[in-house]
């Protein structure tokens, strides 16, 4: 999985990218797994540092509001100043963010 990880950072265009304190992160979607009624997205995040996250998110992921719930939580993960390599992050379903 590194070399494969290595290969698309190295060769292909991040997904997306976000700024967070001023410092660009490049996003690589290098994995999603269905798994119910749930994505599993595999991600690598790379700026000052490479991390690589697991967000689970409802299926299906395929439209903006869902992308930018994805962007929102990894952007917040980043903005957190966590120091780990490796997170595993959620997004609440619609229903918890209505309460």
């Given at each position: 999985?590194?070399?494969?990880?290595?290969?698309?950072?190295?060769?292909?265009?991040?997904?997306?990218?976000?700024?967070?304190?001023?410092?660009?992160?490049?996003?690589?979607?290098?994995?999603?797994?269905?798994?119910?009624?749930?994505?599993?997205?595999?991600?690598?995040?790379?700026?000052?540092?490479?991390c690589t996250l697991t967000v689970r998110?409802?299926?299906?992921?395929?439209?903006?509001?869902?992308?930018?719930?994805?962007?929102?939580?990894?952007?917040?993960?980043?903005?957190?100043?966590?120091?780990?390599e490796q997170a595993y992050l959620e997004?609440?379903?619609?229903?918890?963010?209505?309460?």
């Open positions: 999985m590194k070399d494969e990880l290595a290969a698309m950072v190295g060769t292909s265009a991040p997904h997306a990218s976000l700024s967070v304190r001023s410092e660009p992160w490049d996003l690589y979607v290098f994995g999603a797994t269905p798994v119910g009624r749930d994505m599993f997205l595999q991600i690598a995040a790379v700026g000052p540092r490479v998110a409802p299926a299906p992921i395929g439209n903006v509001v869902t992308a930018r719930r994805i962007l929102a939580v990894v952007h917040d993960w980043i903005s957190a100043n966590d120091d780990s997004l609440p379903r619609t229903a918890e963010l209505a309460s």
